[in-house]
């Protein structure tokens, strides 16, 4: 144990490990096949990386998000530790290098997306590695009743036949009770072995608020609480939108989303972390991988559709274990659009095959052909040229890769890239008809190694100074190329991929199981009502609706949550508290009522009713009429 202690002090600078950390490793260096239950800013990574460093070889790391995977090897190198990734987008030649390394350059981490962990070539190359431990995170991506489930995950099973005795950790931050086992079974562990901490964050509040008006509560409560802030919206057009009206009104933001570049993406980030921007507004594309400890307020302006996302989100606030509020703002209409979620996640089978046969005939691929190769996919686009909800047709994307039809990928980002296609004798015969390309041919040739035999790195702005011409003539002259079929050029980019995995196949004979969607549908209105709960429920303490979702029963409620809060402002029991709110629920719901015969109504002890009624008016579940009549908000 004095060699984890030892790493953990070199490489990450800390004296002692948190509460399970210690635990975890112990049972990963003992052979055992170990889940990790860890909530969002509970250590994961050092609970795989400390123990991989404790053993000779090679740690495989199966992640799904190219960006984190990214970050980790980057964190990794800082540190002096040799690690690398390998995922969709990557060029032959590159993972060939990249594989190399980790076969013999005494590498100590291959982070590897799961469907390339499924593929003949890299199963090959990995009986060379020498490896030590097989580690999977977001694992919860491996249950079907998982709400982020991912096919290609299933076949990590196959990788552990190859493995013989070699144990794998599994890690997450969110899973309930049928998760939590279906995460063992599919992965194969010879035992159960789960360590869990709790989920109840003793200094976070979590805060719901009815409101008409989000923008005036959103400068409200960054009026009331200091420090940093995220907040988290639906879509990236809202990201910029809410930045400019918090720019406007003092407050400095800033805002984030996938489809900004590296760079773009790296500075706003960084700028937010050294404190230099107060408030992002952010995509849930922000957030993992992020080690910020002092955040001291997340504000979610849009419903998350399902408690795991929001529980992981709402997490980011108070790594420190100092005071951080969470906080839900509702409009009425919300609860509406949560229900339509439903049918917007999970849209009929004639639409999904309808969506297939519509974004590959615009691929221009032929039936019975297409397989293994991917294509950019940019969901707005194609849904606004269809005139489709984008919503709808992502969820149809999602249905065809969970019946293994194809794959998505997270964003695939790279700089531009080139590959000579024409043979030598083509290139010589072109290069002398056409003078005015050829400076760009020889600069190319002369720079760019084994660009006959895969794509190379490029850069425009580069050539342009050698050339002396300017950006976009080498980006004409480029295009002009891979339409005159000498080279094949790809600019740069960051959009997802869809990889078909089978021929593609006539819409008519397209087969999608229904049973197995019928039941994700039916599993996702499950959680889809547990939010609703938590959105509703004005009488139970908030920690204790979210934490029992996942399967735990806490001794007592938080204390400082909205609802707990005004039940000891009201110096009540949570009996006492939520049989009042019952009964105002109750008597208004159908009709506001004048303050008088609301009084004699309820006939109740004047103080504790006027405490509760500050905290159902604070939260925007009471209001007062014109006429000064008070009335349930529905």
């Known amino acids: 144990m004095s060699t984890i202690h030892s790493i953990l002090k070199q490489y990450w600078g800390f004296d002692a490990f948190r509460p399970l950390q210690e635990e975890i490793i112990h049972s990963v260096l003992q052979?055992?096949?170990?889940?990790?239950?860890?909530?969002?800013?509970?250590?994961?990574?050092?609970?795989?990386?400390?123990?991989?460093?404790?053993?000779?070889?090679?740690?495989?790391?199966?992640?799904?998000?190219?960006?984190?995977?990214?970050?980790?090897?980057?964190?990794?190198?800082?540190?002096?530790i040799k690690a690398a990734a390998v995922f969709s987008g990557l060029g032959v030649r590159e993972t060939d290098t990249l594989l190399n390394n980790c076969t013999y350059g005494n590498y100590r981490f291959l982070y590897i997306s799961p469907e390339r962990l499924a593929t003949e070539e890299f199963r090959t190359r990995m009986q060379q590695m020498k490896v030590s431990l097989l580690a999977v995170d977001e694992a919860h991506c491996i249950s079907q009743w998982g709400y982020d489930f991912r096919p290609p995950y299933l076949r990590i099973a196959e990788v552990r036949e190859q493995l013989k005795n070699i144990p794998v950790i599994a890690l997450t931050a969110t899973a309930t009770p049928k998760v939590v086992e279906d995460i063992q079974e599919k992965l194969l562990f010879r035992k159960r072995n789960v360590f869990r901490k709790s989920f109840v964050r003793a200094n976070l509040s979590y805060v719901v608020r009815q409101t008409g008006n989000k923008e005036q509560a959103l400068l409200d409560i960054l009026a009331k609480v200091n420090g940093s802030a995220v907040v988290y919206v639906r879509n990236r057009k809202k990201t910029k939108n809410f930045s400019d009206f918090l720019n406007r009104h003092n407050v400095k933001a800033d805002f984030y989303h996938a489809g900004l570049d590296t760079d773009t993406r790296s500075r706003k980030q960084e700028e937010w972390i050294k404190n230099k921007t107060r408030v992002i507004c952010c995509?849930?594309?922000?957030?993992?991988?992020?080690?910020?400890?002092?955040?001291?307020?997340?504000?979610?302006?849009?419903?998350?559709?399902?408690?795991?996302?929001?529980?992981?989100?709402?997490?980011?606030?108070?790594?420190?274990?100092?005071?951080?509020?969470?906080?839900?703002?509702?409009?009425?209409?919300?609860?509406?659009?949560?229900?339509?979620?439903?049918?917007?996640?999970?849209?009929?089978?004639?639409?999904?095959?309808?969506?297939?046969?519509r974004f590959f005939s615009g691929q221009r691929i032929a039936y019975h052909a297409g397989a293994n190769e991917s294509f950019d996919l940019d969901v707005g686009a194609f849904s606004s040229a269809q005139q489709w909800n984008p919503v709808r047709v992502l969820s149809a994307f999602k249905i065809l890769e969970q019946q293994k039809i194809l794959f998505l990928t997270d964003g695939v980002e790279h700089g531009s890239q080139v590959r000579i296609i024409a043979s030598k004798d083509v290139l010589y015969?072109?290069?002398?008809?056409?003078?005015?390309?050829?400076?760009?041919?020889?600069?190319?040739?002369?720079?760019?190694?084994?660009?006959?035999?895969?794509?190379?790195?490029?850069?425009?702005?580069?050539?342009?100074?050698?050339l002396k011409v300017t950006t976009d003539e080498v980006i004409r002259q480029l295009t002009v190329l891979d339409k005159r079929n000498i080279l094949s050029y790809r600019p740069s980019k960051n959009k997802p991929q869809v990889i078909l995995l089978q021929n593609r196949v006539p819409k008519e004979a397209l087969r999608l199981d229904e049973k197995f969607i019928a039941?994700?549908?039916?599993d996702y209105e499950e959680r889809l009502q547990a939010m609703r709960q938590y959105l509703t429920d004005n009488k139970t303490c908030r920690t204790r609706l979210l934490v029992q979702y996942f399967g735990e029963?806490?001794?007592?409620?938080?204390?400082?949550?909205?609802?707990?809060?005004?039940?000891?402002?009201?110096?009540?029991?949570?009996?006492?508290?939520?049989?009042?709110?019952?009964?105002v629920e109750n008597v208004l719901k159908d009709c506001a009522l004048e303050p008088q015969i609301f009084y004699e109504k309820l006939n109740l002890k004047r103080e504790s009713l006027n405490t509760t009624l500050e905290y159902l008016l604070e939260a925007g579940r009471i209001t007062k009429t014109d006429e000064g009549a008070i009335q349930w908000v529905k």
Not at 519 to 522: D, G, I, V
Not at 558 to 578: L, N, P, Q, T, W
Request: charged share 30%.
């Open 283 to 357: 995509t849930n594309a922000f957030g993992m991988g992020i080690d910020k400890p002092d955040v001291r307020l997340v504000v979610h302006m849009d419903l998350p559709d399902s408690p795991e996302a929001y529980f992981q989100e709402a997490g980011r606030a108070g790594r420190d274990e100092k005071k951080a509020f969470a906080v839900q703002l509702v409009e009425s209409n919300d609860l509406i659009s949560l229900g339509e979620k439903l049918n917007d996640n999970f849209p009929e089978t004639d639409f999904v095959k309808e969506v297939y046969e």
């Open 429 to 466: 015969k072109f290069q002398v008809e056409h003078k005015t390309l050829e400076p760009l041919l020889k600069f190319i040739l002369r720079t760019s190694e084994g660009v006959f035999e895969d794509y190379v790195k490029t850069d425009e702005t580069t050539i342009a100074s050698r």
């Open 519 to 522: 039941a994700r549908k039916a």
């Open 553 to 583: 029963t806490p001794p007592q409620d938080c204390g400082i949550c909205d609802v707990c809060v005004a039940r000891k402002r009201a110096g009540m029991s949570a009996k006492e508290f939520s049989e009042i709110v019952y009964r």
């Open 31 to 80: 052979g055992n096949d170990t889940l990790a239950l860890l909530p969002t800013g509970g250590g994961k990574s050092i609970c795989f990386q400390v123990p991989a460093l404790a053993k000779e070889g090679l740690c495989i790391v199966v992640s799904p998000l190219i960006a984190l995977m990214k970050d980790q090897v980057q964190n990794l190198n800082s540190k002096g």
